[in-house]
């Protein structure tokens, strides 16, 4: 969950926005609509009026603080983008490392020293200078304090020591040599401000922030609005508008409505229903991007801490790796994408999104092959194991029958959709599974303890896989039999791909890099610590009639909102502002196929706690 979870990497951790029900399977029940939805009140916001220079953003997005070193959740993460300029920036166009507070750098010593320079008169937005003792501050606090290192600690991971020997030069020695740019994805806070605060782990950061990135946060009311305003001191230039306004909403819907009445300006993570009912709507423009983001059913297959003391009420059956590999083959995931999300995304593989081709686990490798969907293979290789059909088909074993939990959020018309397809695809290979319907803060506190055994999950992920891969380490496991401590993807563990993941962290020849990438994703996929079922589209839309000049990431059919940068709404300008691009985004309408049997009302947005971010992002 820098799903972040954000993060990507995220991070960063939301699921994807509620789905349209296209169609529901043989014997599967409808999916529940929620009724008598309502926003939350703009007028109790600071800015309820269309100022032309504020635009204003439907949300439904979970903030538990806006402290960068604590915070994993997608909103916040993605809000910290805008806050806090990185010592390297993820370019717009692929994702690369570009110019961020360093102006430019240099590898010495095998890849083991990266030395950076600093640009010229940066300042923070109380117009202190941004000099390389702020660097090495943030780094030194997540390098000796785990409670500092909750959101981002897998990035100082390698770091044997930070320097500042002048104000522009920033030098991190590394333990080993490593090919992600070790200055990328951590936001840089001001020492003048954080090193008075007692206890940094539990500040809040919702007032009186000093940033330097595009935009600050002004004002937040928990539920109803966050409310951030332009910096005049960011290094790129001052923003064309004064104001990014986020307006929370109990559901989708609402945000659709509140976009065509021009309560708001943008929209993301539509249902492909709305997203094909805004179609010629006056004023709005609808973009589909390449997405970040994966979705997947998480497994406990035996959750315990870094030093191996188990914990949770998982079943036992699920740490049978036979066990989890059947479900894979009996789990239809290009039925779910094209009848739940209406095909508007990628099928999955693994954790790494196909929008990073050169990362992501190929459909056609012998790993995903060897375990496609096969409902009569599933049925073998549970008899195999010992697993035997009961009179009522359900399979048992040493008198344990196969019954599990499967979370399923009441408000997500998505994930209780496909939950309704996968019910009875499971029970078709002789698997009970218990559908618990309940909120999202019952989930969270559940999964975090490991009282759980299959939950949906989604994360983030940015441009370098590195952050994605260190959460599946068994050093990013829990420190506490409570669940917290670190971030863990999935609460697995396998040595092997530990191994892998140092070869892939210190091998500086890209092509060689990628393949080791690519057994690690094999290794995951056959352990089937979790089953990714899609890669969704971002499906978003905006008010092209007040504003323009959204930028994609990546600039070819990428997304605007949630992106691993501050892109998207960086240079934002009034529609109309001569000093402004004269149009927003190049896209087009995706007309969407087939027949649509039923409506859902929107969903809120789903955020993992401790294995889910971004993210990123995000």
């Known amino acids: 969950m820098r799903p972040r979870h954000r993060k990507h990497l995220i991070r960063a951790l939301s699921f994807v926005a509620a789905a349209a029900i296209i169609a529901a399977p043989a014997g599967a029940a409808n999916a529940a609509t929620p009724t ?18 504020t635009m204003r953003i439907a949300t439904s997005g979970f903030v538990d603080s806006f402290n960068p070193w604590t915070s994993i959740y997608l909103l916040p993460t993605n809000l910290f983008r805008y806050m806090y300029e990185n010592l390297v920036q993820n370019s717009a166009g692929d994702g690369s490392p570009t110019k961020g507070l360093a102006d430019h750098w240099k590898i ?36 000796t304090n785990p409670d500092l290192a909750v959101a981002n600690g897998n990035f100082v991971a390698n770091f044997a020591d930070v320097q500042a020997p002048d104000k522009k030069t920033v030098i991190i020695d590394l333990k080993a040599p490593q090919a992600p740019n070790p200055g990328i994805e951590v936001p840089i806070l001001p ?36 409310t951030m305003k332009a910096n ?38 539509l249902t492909p229903t709305q997203f094909q009912a805004l179609k010629g709507a006056e004023g709005i423009t609808e973009h589909s991007g390449i997405g970040r983001r994966f979705s997947s059913f998480s497994f406990n297959s035996g959750l315990k801490t870094v030093d191996g003391q ?11 790796v036979e066990v989890r590999q059947a479900i894979r083959m009996g789990t239809d995931t290009k039925t779910l994408l094209s009848k739940v999300l ?22 056609d490798s012998a790993a995903v092959k060897a375990l496609a969907y096969n409902p009569e293979k599933a049925k073998q290789k ?36 496909a939950a309704q397809y996968f019910q009875p695809w499971m029970k078709a290979i002789g698997i009970d599974i218990q559908l618990v319907s309940t909120d999202t803060d019952t989930i969270n506190a559940d999964t975090l303890k490991g009282n759980y055994d299959i939950y949906f999950s989604g994360w983030s992920v940015g441009p370098d896989p590195d952050y994605q891969l260190s959460i599946n380490t068994c050093a990013s496991l829990p420190t506490k ?56 589209n971002g499906l978003e839309a905006y008010r092209s009639d007040r504003f323009t000049g959204f930028e994609m990431m990546p600039s070819k059919g990428g997304i605007i909102a949630n992106q691993s940068g501050y892109w998207g709404f960086a240079d934002v300008a009034p529609a109309g502002d001569s000093k402004s691009s004269d149009a927003g985004p190049n896209v087009g309408l995706l007309v969407t196929g087939g027949v649509i049997l039923v409506i859902v009302i929107g969903a809120i947005i789903f955020f993992v706690v401790r294995r889910r971010k971004s993210v990123d992002v995000e």
């Open 36 to 53: 008598g939805v309502h926003a939350a009140d703009p007028s109790s916001s600071p800015s309820s009026g269309k100022d032309a220079k």
């Open 108 to 143: 010495e010593d095998g890849g083991k020293k990266w030395v950076y320079t600093l640009q010229d008169g940066l300042k923070w937005s109380d117009g202190k200078a941004i000099t390389s003792a702020d660097v090495k501050f943030t780094f030194d606090q997540m390098m």
């Open 191 to 226: 020492q003048h401000v954080w090193e008075k605060i007692s206890d940094p782990a539990k500040y809040p950061n919702d007032k009186d922030v000093v940033g330097s990135g595009p935009f600050l946060l002004e004002s937040y009311k928990a539920n109803q609005f966050i």
């Open 232 to 269: 005049p001191t960011f290094w790129r230039g001052a923003p064309k508008i004064d104001k990014i306004q986020y307006v929370y909403y109990t559901n989708s819907d609402a945000q659709v409505q509140a976009l065509r009445s021009g309560d708001v300006d943008f929209v993301t993570g």
């Open 310 to 320: 188990p914990f949770g009420n998982g079943n036992p059956a699920l740490q049978d």
């Open 342 to 363: 209406n095909g508007l995304g990628e099928p999955g593989t693994s954790f790494i999104p196909s929008s990073y081709p050169q990362w992501t686990l190929p459909a």
């Open 382 to 417: 549970l008899d195999a194991d010992g697993w035997k059909a009961g009179a009522d088909g359900i399979r048992v074993k040493d008198g344990q029958r196969l019954s599990l939990r499967l979370f399923v959020d009441s408000t997500d018309p998505t994930v209780q959709t």
């Open 481 to 536: 039999t409570d669940g917290t401590g670190a971030t863990s993807q999935d609460g697995w563990c396998n040595p092997e791909y530990d191994k892998l993941y140092k070869e892939q962290q210190t091998e500086t020849d890209a092509k060689k890099r990628e393949a080791i990438v690519q057994k690690m994703l094999e290794l995951n996929f056959t352990d089937t610590a979790q089953i990714v079922y899609w890669y969704a």
